[in-house]
């Protein structure tokens, strides 16, 4: 580690510790040059599959993105904001557990909707109208039905 006074590339470890959070290593140090202190941290990098879009152009992964897709979906939901930042932890989870190296747009519609099944089905067919962009009322309904379906159920349904 250099230096961040003069440069030099010989520095030592005076102390080190956990970050408060858990998720970094604190590490004081002092340069065998100038005997000047300074702090690093080290953290865990993940990286998470380039995105592939429909035209083929690639974008970086954004927990933002995935974030405001579906807190519009969720908008006016009674949804907490931990069952939001767990489904989302599950769906990074995944991707990171996947190993690839890009996925579709597909493929991350697809895990979405999966997570808004289990929170709200209000919001899942929010999504799906838009992700899967029916284009008469039969599929739509035939979506509905699919959902409401017994096979299809697994999580318990709110009346309105």
């Not at 250099?2 to 002092?30: H, L, M, Y």
Request: proline share 3%; hydrophobic share 35%.
């Amino acid at each position: 580690m250099k230096c961040p006074f003069c440069g030099n590339a010989d520095t030592q470890v005076v102390d080190s510790r956990t970050s408060e959070d858990g998720d970094a290593i604190r590490r004081r140090r002092q340069c065998s040059q100038c005997e000047k202190r300074f702090t690093t941290y080290e953290r865990k990098e993940l990286f998470f599959p380039a995105i592939v879009k429909r035209d083929g152009s690639r974008v970086d992964f954004s927990s933002d993105k995935l974030r405001g897709s579906l807190m519009l979906s969720l908008r006016k939901r009674p949804v907490s904001a931990e069952a939001i930042d767990q489904a989302i932890a599950r769906i990074e989870e995944k991707l990171l557990l996947s190993a690839a190296r890009e996925v579709s747009t597909k493929q991350l519609g697809e895990l979405v909707m999966e997570q808004l099944k289990q929170l709200d089905t209000v919001a899942y067919i929010r999504f799906a109208s838009v992700y899967k962009s029916f284009e008469d009322l039969q599929a739509f309904s035939e979506e509905i039905a699919q959902l409401t379906s017994p096979v299809a159920t697994n999580s318990p349904r709110k009346k309105s």
